[in-house]
């Protein structure tokens, strides 16, 4: 699962929950960049990669090489190049939003154990914003970093970059 698409997804929970200002609204979403990154750790206990479907939606494969209990996790939005959300985790499962964004693709316990295995998943951004936020958002060029990790290694780490546009009538 993509840290950075925890991140997305988190921070459009934040803004829709805070958005009372001009240049937000019902959008479109169109992906322009994913990237897998490094995450704090020396080592990694999973691997990982993706197929952009479209700029849409995203297949993203998690090779978890091991059970692993995650300690922590960082989200960053930036807007236009300026920081927008920080939001850093000592325990991702104490946020029940994240909880249930990693229940929905990967097999995690109630203590926050990811077990071991090899997840597959279709990430569609589109769908994810109407479904949690009406498809309201902040208009703009967005970047996303998420990053989640457990004491010993990194789980998932990922840069989205997405153009957030008013949404077009038809």
């Known amino acids: 699962m993509s840290t950075n698409i925890f991140y997305f997804i988190y921070s459009l929970f934040y803004v829709y929950s805070i958005a009372n200002a001009k240049g937000y609204g019902s959008t479109d979403i169109v992906i322009t960049k994913v990237e897998i990154c490094k995450g704090p750790k020396r080592v990694d206990c999973a691997g990982a990669s993706f197929i952009m479907k479209n700029n849409l939606s995203l297949t ?14 960082k989200i960053e939005g ?24 990693f229940k929905t693709f990967v097999n995690i ?8 295995g090899q997840y597959k998943f ?22 996303y970093k ?7 290694c990194n789980v998932i780490c990922n840069v989205i970059e997405l153009i957030i546009t008013p949404k077009k009538k038809y």
């Open 60 to 73: 993203y494969e998690l090779d978890l090489k091991r059970d692993i209990t995650l300690s922590g996790g």
């Open 78 to 101: 930036s807007c236009e190049g300026k920081p927008f959300v920080k939001y850093q985790m000592k325990n991702p499962c104490d946020n029940l939003f994240i909880k249930s964004l």
């Open 109 to 116: 316990s109630d203590s926050c154990m990811v077990a071991k």
């Open 122 to 143: 279709l990430v569609d951004v589109e769908n994810i914003s109407q479904k949690y936020y009406n498809g309201v958002y902040f208009f703009g060029n967005w970047t």
């Open 146 to 152: 998420s990053v989640f990790y457990g004491n010993s």
